[in-house]
């Protein structure tokens, strides 16, 4: 049975993201919560006082303009201050801002504005043609003056279409009852097999999100929080912005991470605490690295071998839009296992599960979590209730998809997908184990391993690597050495069947590599 959270009874009772806002404004008024730092125009600071005022104006010119409370506003942006004022704005009015991928394809848009039934838009100056085009039914949409911090040239809106013209007294607002199960925010997830869900969070669960992460990062008061990752992901919004609101700390933001602006920007804004993906850290591995005030690092997996390099701690955590925080973390004070997620966070239930029973010592498992829905889990997928049921057992655990080994002291390590699990003639194969063994011949840079359509085996492996070289006859040297380092390696079934050299590899939020592209481009062969 599905636990649901009590209106009355819980942590957060008579309170939303208003009152956390006014709260901090009231005991750290004169304290920096946003920093915005833009490749091109000028650092703007504001204070907590600042900010609650700004967002509380913006509310209220939502409501000028005719939003109320339960209406879905779509912000499409990359990151700037407009993307944060929007998010906390829409839920201070009590409307709910609608976060969506600045990747996103027409389609994608039109698919979010229409399932969404969003009433209005904001976006930026290089995507304003694109929203109104893709999304026909807004009232209307607010476009900034820049592209986060560019100047947009001709593409500048007018006056009445600035997001600057969101302004009005906030004495004109409504008033509104502080209901933490009040609806927050709408994320969609990345879809590969069928639409997108829509995770609809509550005021409790982002309630949930800014103490939780706080607790889990070890945040404090002068705690300054770099924020380099996307703002309508989960992890820059609750990991980081959040947080950093909970703790009273500062969040400073740049439009994107930048490797040869992440330690001038790090050591002029005194930065001790940041989300980092594989992709920073390799970008940033072959510079020096100064003296900084960095304290900790928050990523996958806990103290990565590049720790020394970069004089740093990292914290391992693994979580989804779904958990909102983290539910296996690492300890921000004491030694942690390297290259585990961390153990089960106190705050949930984990389960690993191996055919219904939980798993040993060294056996990998289907990962499943169990906490309270509209707190600690995701209030719904919105208008999918179907999708909703199907995605918790009968034991009401939280289905998440992803694979993890249980080690042998209790530490947890991310394995795969299930999704990368391949079905090879009736042998169950981890695509994560054979990306591991390519990984290991030199030349190697990225590797990315999904299966292929097979008349008589269902799947074969197919390796897709990005390497360090250009000359072809080099490169046809490295797929020798990799189909070697297979053979002697892997069994016959597990050895990919064909091995493909890339000079790039699609990305998706985070800088993930989008699997579900190179699946749709072997489909699409195959079907020629």
Same mark, same amino acid.
């Given at each position: ?16 993201? &208003? ?5 901090? @404004? /009231?005991?750290? #008024?004169?304290?920096?919560?946003? %920093?915005?730092?833009?490749? +091109? !125009? ?83 100056? &290089? ?5 109104? @085009? /893709?999304?026909? #039914?807004?009232?209307?949409?607010? %476009?900034?003056?820049?592209? +986060? !911090? ?379």
């Amino acid at each position: 049975m599905n636990r649901t959270a009590s209106r009355h009874l819980q942590p957060f009772a008579g309170q939303d993201i &208003r009152t956390l806002i006014e709260a901090q @404004a /009231s005991v750290r #008024g004169d304290h920096p919560y946003l %920093v915005w730092r833009p490749f +091109n !125009g000028p650092r703007q600071v504001w204070t907590y006082a600042q900010f609650a005022e700004r967002i509380a104006r913006f509310a209220a010119g939502l409501h000028a303009r005719g939003v109320k409370a339960g209406d879905r506003v779509l912000v499409h942006l990359d990151n700037c201050p407009e993307a944060v004022f929007s998010w906390f704005g829409c839920a201070w009015l009590g409307a709910v801002a609608v976060t969506t991928n600045a990747r996103s394809t027409a389609q994608e848009l039109n698919y979010f504005a229409d399932h969404a039934q969003v009433v209005a838009g904001i976006t930026q100056p &290089r995507f304003a043609e694109l929203v109104s @085009a /893709s999304c026909p #039914g807004l009232r209307w949409l607010a %476009v900034t003056q820049t592209d +986060n !911090g560019d100047d947009a040239g001709s593409s500048r809106p007018s006056a009445i279409d600035s997001f600057d013209a969101i302004d009005a007294d906030p004495s004109q607002l409504p008033g509104r009852a502080s209901d933490p199960l009040a609806p927050f925010s709408i994320q969609y997830t990345s879809g590969t097999t069928s639409r997108p869900k829509g995770v609809l969070w509550t005021h409790a669960n982002a309630l949930w999100g800014a103490r939780i992460n706080a607790i889990h990062e070890g945040l404090m008061p002068q705690d300054v929080h770099l924020v380099t990752l996307p703002l309508f992901h989960t992890n820059a919004q609750a990991y980081s912005m959040l947080a950093a609101l909970w703790a009273g700390a500062t969040a400073v933001v740049q439009p994107r991470f930048s490797a040869s602006r992440f330690w001038p920007v790090s050591i002029e804004e005194g930065c001790t605490w940041t989300s980092m993906v594989p992709f920073h850290a390799r970008a940033l591995i072959d510079r020096e690295v100064p003296r900084h005030t960095y304290r900790l690092w928050g990523s996958a997996v806990c103290s990565p071998p590049y720790d020394k390099t970069f004089g740093i701690k990292t914290l391992g955590w693994w979580g989804m839009t779904e958990t909102i925080t983290q539910g296996i973390v690492g300890n921000p004070q004491l030694p942690n296992e390297p290259m585990s997620c961390g153990l089960p966070a106190p705050e949930y239930e984990i389960r690993i599960e191996v055919d219904g029973r939980e798993a040993e010592p060294g056996e990998t498992g289907e990962l499943k979590i169990r906490g309270i829905r509209g707190l600690s889990l995701f209030a719904e997928y919105l208008n999918n209730p179907q999708a909703t049921a199907d995605s918790f057992d009968e034991n009401g655990w939280f289905i998440t998809g992803d694979r993890v080994r249980l080690g042998e002291t209790g530490w947890l390590f991310f394995a795969d997908r299930s999704k990368d699990m391949l079905k090879v003639g009736g042998e169950n194969v981890a695509a994560s184990e054979i990306e591991s063994i390519v990984m290991q011949v030199p030349g190697v840079i990225e590797v990315a391993v999904v299966g292929k359509k097979h008349a008589m085996l269902d799947e074969v492996p197919v390796a897709f690597v990005r390497c360090a070289v250009i000359d072809p006859e080099a490169r046809q040297a490295l797929i020798a050495a990799i189909d070697q380092q297979c053979t002697a390696a892997l069994a016959d079934f597990k050895r990919p069947q064909e091995i493909r050299v890339v000079d790039e590899l699609p990305r998706s939020t985070l800088e993930k590599i989008a699997k579900n592209q190179l699946r749709e481009l072997l489909e699409r062969q195959v079907s020629q």
